[in-house]
């Protein structure tokens, strides 16, 4: 489907890329991947065709035997570099040798001190939203498709991994090389893969756990119960459509929760935590194997149709696993997620429209819970409008009519217009879809589960903090929620309350440390600032650290602390997450 996207220089009119056969060769000493890829189009070229870079050399082009003069265009900071090749003469393939930058913002190269075993550096991507070009050059736009052929070429003893099947392996002169295949066509956002010490564990006939040896155990434990999401997320949505479903448990740098690489879901380490209460992430990139990864956003501003449909699908596994006032927990939860990020964004933005137009926007500057909750929101509001049998039905033919394609919001809506008119017809689709801020309809999640949570507040406000027996039973998700709804400045005698009660001194959930020291911080109570120091440098999981900093940042008493913080903890963390830190510290003048 042709769109428009803001955030590539590819032209369809041009050709698509439909398989790419990889040769990648890595070099942690340099922190260099050395490629060649060999390219074939969907049709023969006629003259140019323009493709998306950033920080790549381009070492050598060839079409038909004969070398072609690349060139590249002016670097622009959101979308990078233009490659122009000219002279195709009617070629449907062509040949490319590159090497990346260190700086490339879709890798990250680990030392072995920033790994759980000490002994292997290890090195991952991160893709999504548009840094596959700087691993190679590509249409990196969602709308374009293809399959490929990977050989990474690694040193010796190091594992690879790949979001794709693996076809072999062989060894010789100190170095590996393992080959894979991805038989069905991926958007270049879903490229990924990993190399470093990796071990593996199978949980079912389907599915596997990779990990560094140390992380295995712990692992593959609170992981177990994937293959019953899987099996729920089949009932919903149709027979799973990529085969395997392996999930790679990444070092602590990892900048998100979970990634929904097809075949290997990318995973932080802050989900294991001995309890099995934070999988609702595999739910999440599980469920992306129909929402996103098989009817995929046309383009970044189409967003909210991966993560707002993903978020649906998620709590509906979720529900159908645990019950529905869990899954509603979960919704008010995230509610409060979006509106404090509308709160942040100011509620008329344009990053609070679930669609608006991005050009001249890094779309990693306006992704927030706003496209998964706001688009949650709206169809629960749908599901809600015609009830749950003819939206069931609705999403069944929504996803089969869409698979391996991208789509618009355009799109999306004639398809609902037709498919659904009654749901057309009693939602406000234009209020919902392209004006700011949360619509008036929007739907409430009344519980129990809520209300205990909320009588604990409010004995707080009243001047009685809880105490340990208060909220002996409560889950994860209730504890989460009662920290998310805390007031955001807090008596310091209710700061030790609160520290106590709910053992935040020895929580192995980073989650609670997060939206805990948010607080203490503005509270002005020091004695966390260590341990928001330790978090911020030991994890990289954005969700969970980025909170944390900017409250150091904006503090009068902790700014201070900021810039040192930032230069002593920033050569472990992710390019992205170095630029979000960067760009917290620039907002205060730092
Ligand atoms: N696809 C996202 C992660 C992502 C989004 C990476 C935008 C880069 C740009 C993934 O599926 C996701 O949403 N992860 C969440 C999981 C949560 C909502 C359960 C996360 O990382 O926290
Ligand atoms: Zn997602």
């Known amino acids: 489907m042709a769109s428009h996207d803001p955030h590539s220089y590819a032209d369809l009119e041009q050709a698509a890329i439909r398989h790419v056969t990889f040769d990648l060769r890595m070099d942690f000493g340099q922190r260099q991947l050395a490629g060649t890829a060999l390219y074939e189009l969907d049709r023969p070229v006629q003259g140019t065709l323009d493709l998306d870079t950033r920080d790549l050399t381009i070492v050598s082009a060839e079409a038909s035997g004969r070398p072609l003069s690349p060139e590249l265009g002016s670097p622009d900071p959101i979308r990078g570099q233009r490659l122009r090749l000219k002279g195709l003469h009617g070629a449907s393939s062509f040949k490319l040798q590159f090497v990346t930058s260190p700086g490339a913002n879709a890798l990250q190269w680990l030392t072995p001190a920033q790994t759980a075993g000490g002994r292997q550096p290890f090195l991952f991507t991160q893709c999504q939203p548009h840094h596959a070009r700087s691993i190679f050059p590509c249409q990196d736009s969602p709308s374009v498709r293809f399959t490929y052929d990977a050989t990474l070429d690694v040193p010796s003893p190091l594992a690879a991994v790949m979001a794709a099947a693996p076809i072999g392996r062989e060894e010789s002169g100190g170095r590996r090389r393992f080959t894979f295949r991805m038989p069905q066509s991926i958007p270049s956002y879903l490229l990924a893969f990993a190399a470093g010490e990796i071990d593996s564990r199978d949980l079912s006939p389907r599915i596997r756990v990779y990990a560094e040896p140390e992380t295995l155990d712990a692992a593959a434990w609170e992981l177990a119960e994937t293959e019953a999401m899987l099996a729920e997320a089949e009932k919903l949505y149709g027979a799973y459509p990529w085969e395997r479903y392996d999930m790679l448990v990444l070092p602590p740098s990892f900048p998100y929760g979970g990634m929904e690489n097809p075949r290997l879901t990318f995973l932080t380490p802050t989900v294991v935590v001995g309890d099995r209460s934070l999988t609702n992430v595999i739910a999440h990139e599980l469920a992306h194997s129909w929402t996103g990864n098989l009817v995929t956003n046309a383009t970044w501003e189409d967003f909210w149709l991966n993560e707002g449909w993903t978020t649906y699908a998620e709590r509906r596994i979720l529900e159908a696993l645990e019950g529905e006032e869990s899954a509603m927990l979960r919704a008010i939860s995230g509610r409060l997620l979006m509106a404090r990020a509308m709160d942040r964004f100011g509620w008329d933005a344009d990053a609070t429209r679930l669609q608006f137009s991005q050009a001249g926007i890094d779309p990693e500057d306006v992704i927030s819970h ?25 999403t069944h033919r929504y996803i089969a009519d869409h698979r391996f394609q991208s789509i618009t919001t355009e799109a999306f809506v004639a398809f609902l217009r037709r498919e659904l008119p009654q749901a057309a017809r009693r939602v406000d689709l234009k209020s919902w879809l392209y004006e700011p801020g949360l619509p008036a309809d929007a739907p409430d999640f009344p519980t129990p589960l809520m209300d205990a949570v909320s009588s604990v507040l409010f004995d707080l406000q009243e001047g009685h903090p809880p105490t340990k027996d208060g ?83 904006q503090a009068e008493w902790s700014r201070p602390r900021a810039r040192p913080l930032f230069e002593r903890v920033r050569s472990g963390h992710h390019p992205i997450t170095v630029r979000a830190m960067e760009n917290l510290l620039a907002l205060q003048g730092l």
């Open 370 to 394: 706003v496209a998964y909750e706001k688009g949650y929101s709206f169809l629960v509001r749908l599901e809600r409008a015609v009830g749950r049998q003819a939206f069931d039905a609705f």
């Open 471 to 553: 909220v002996a039973q409560w889950n994860t998700t209730q504890i989460y929620l009662f920290l998310q709804y805390l007031p955001r400045h807090l008596s310091l005698k209710e700061c030790r309350a609160l520290e106590d009660a709910l053992s935040l001194k020895t929580t192995p959930i980073d989650l609670f440390l997060s939206q805990w020291l948010e607080i203490a911080i503005q509270s002005e109570y020091r004695d966390v600032l260590p341990v928001a120091e330790d978090l911020v440098g030991r994890v990289g999981r954005m969700l969970i650290i980025l909170p944390v900093f900017r409250a150091i940042v």
